[in-house]
């Protein structure tokens, strides 16, 4: 290794100019490169990145997607226009846009959406070629025998056509002769009208009311309701309380419990009934659930 | 030899050189090539024609489910000032475009629930005036 003697400190100095460590230009030129560049991303991504203004519906989150193709699922529904629902749906650049709307409908269904909601969304599901027992419920193929159920004089002409598949196993009121129709898929016998709360100065506790009616809204005696929550399960008739009629039945709530109920003759299953507290102009009563369950086996009711 | 300060001049050039070459690729790669993509947006950013169409269509869900306080939130999540006026103005632009004569009056019909009215509304509120009473 050489070893350099200087004799003062200007000569010590000459030499570090002459010998000392040098960076070319193009290193030069590729420090500050790095450096800008670094400077320029941060600026460009992170302080001041660009805002789009004009977004297409593809771009929004997931649970305004969701509100878009519920949006789009009512729509269809009320103006029967396919050609814009698709024009619509092909705005969210969606390449399993069936795939979807069947997740959507699983999940309103699952979260307790109401049935009108559910309806609109398993029709558009439907015509998208979705085939799922939620879309056979609320959005049922027309047949001729839902044809007759449109006729018939009921609160909701869009009356599925379900056929029954099990018969009650107890009535004690039996008013009625099921007749069993075979069918090739098994769906819901009952399916649900009406879910509210109760809300009464004078009721004794809160409860599950569940009032079951045919497809022509005549209350329906010897109905067999089963309560599930967890640990436990129990089950009621309906018809044993003849001053609130004949398809009425109840359940004695207790606080902080999650029931579920469904009809046990077939029904989507109703989640998450607990009891809640009424709003202030009725007290604020502890409250409990009404709900009204409509047979839609015309087959079986049909005179 | 050059003298110190050539040479320090020397470096800067050369580095200023490269910093505004790396500032400029920089922002045309975070800027133009690849700008950051939000894709968790939600309606007001949509682009007028959608934002437009989204209220045609809520206009016509109000028609299916007549709930008037639901309709009134979907319009607030478009982030306009003033929904009732922007509802308005796609009104009376649809109408004055001749745009289809059902979602008119989808829309007529929720402006006009939501007290909102404009001239242009007449011939579709007297329509449907006539409509209910002959129902």
């Not at chain 1, 004949?246 to 207790?254: I, S």
């Amino acid at each position: 290794m050489d070893e350099h003697r200087f004799e003062t400190q200007h000569q010590r100095e000459q030499w570090l100019r002459s010998h000392g460590p040098r960076l070319s230009a193009a290193s030069l030129i590729m420090i500050g490169l790095i450096l800008g560049f670094a400077a320029a991303l941060y600026y460009a991504w992170l302080a001041e990145p660009v805002v789009f203004t004009e977004a297409s519906p593809a771009r929004l989150s997931e649970p305004q997607k969701a509100q878009y193709i519920l949006l789009i699922s009512q729509s269809y529904e009320a103006d029967g226009n396919w050609e814009k629902a698709q024009e619509r749906l092909a705005a969210l650049n969606d390449p399993d846009v069936d795939r979807t709307v069947a997740a959507l409908l699983e999940e309103f269904l699952r979260s307790g959406e109401s049935a009108s909601t559910m309806k609109s969304l398993a029709t558009l599901a439907r015509r998208l070629g979705v085939d799922s027992v939620a879309v056979a419920v609320f959005a049922p193929q027309p047949t001729a025998t839902s044809a007759a159920v449109q006729s018939a004089p009921t609160a909701d002409s869009s009356t599925p056509e379900i056929r029954q598949t099990q018969t009650p196993t107890s009535t004690p009121l039996p008013t009625l002769t099921p007749t069993p129709v075979p069918s090739p898929t098994a769906v819901p016998v009952y399916r649900l009208l009406r879910q509210e709360q109760i809300c009464q100065r004078d009721a004794p506790s809160p409860r599950i009311e569940v009032v079951a009616i045919d497809p022509f809204l005549e209350p329906l005696p010897g109905v067999e309701v089963i309560v599930q929550w967890e640990g436990g399960n129990d089950h009621f008739f309906t018809g044993y309380q003849l001053e609130k009629g004949l398809g009425y039945g109840d359940f004695e709530m207790a606080p902080g419990v999650d029931y579920r109920v469904m009809m046990a003759d077939g029904s989507l299953m109703v989640t998450g009934l607990r009891i809640t507290e009424c709003n202030e102009n009725v007290g604020g009563l502890p409250g409990g659930w009404r709900l009204t369950f409509q047979n839609t086996d015309v087959v079986q009711e049909s005179p | 030899m050059a003298p110190w300060w050539q040479r320090l001049l020397r470096v800067v050039l050369w580095l200023s050189l490269g910093v505004i070459l790396g500032i400029a690729s920089g922002l045309l790669l975070g800027w133009v090539v690849w700008p950051i993509e939000f894709t968790e947006a939600d309606p007001t950013v949509l682009e007028e024609s959608y934002q437009q169409d989204y209220t045609v269509m809520i206009a016509t869900a109000y028609s299916l489910d007549e709930d008037l306080n639901g309709a009134r939130q979907r319009l607030s999540k478009l982030g306009k000032q003033d929904p009732n006026a922007w509802l308005l103005s796609v009104t009376v632009n649809h109408i004055l475009n001749q745009s289809d004569e059902t979602e008119i009056r989808y829309l007529v019909q929720l402006a006009s629930d939501l007290g909102l009215y404009s001239p242009a509304m007449d011939p579709y509120l007297t329509d449907s005036a006539t409509n209910g009473a002959v129902e």
